[in-house]
């Protein structure tokens, strides 16, 4: 049985707006991220998918995605994926993350996808690593990174 947010986001998937509209829900429950106006394009069991736009707000000042806002990008979709992925007797947090940069981030949109390297055994304290890798509209890497998280029973 897929986890209720993972059904959360397919209801919303399925109207016009309705992507957004979960995007906006998961802001809320975790403001800061509301700073990089995401959107979730795909959300399932050890994969997710989120987008955002590049705009005056989050870039640098040479003109490229900020490096902090694609962090964002990948913590967002790393950890949302992470809560759907575990056993729900399980609770996660960040404790570490590897970034690298490897090329600028200057087209219209950047795309994070989150996925787990290794599983997740039930009841036992844990790291799992989340890849994340960022790419932009050529479907080109401007960003790697590995998120350390933290599993343990709840």
Known sequence: ?????????????????????????????APYFGSISPTFTALDAGY?????????AVRNHIGTVHAIAMCNMAELAGGTMTEVSIPRSMRWIPSGMQVDYIKKAVTKTLRAQARFQGEINEGVKQDAAVEVEILDDNNEVVCRCIIKMFVSPK
């Open 48 to 56: 997710a998918e989120v987008t955002i736009k590049n705009r005056r």
């Open 1 to 29: 049985m897929a986890h209720p947010i993972i059904n959360m986001y397919r209801k919303a998937a399925s109207v016009p707006g309705g992507q957004k509209a979960f995007s906006l829900i998961v802001c809320n429950r």
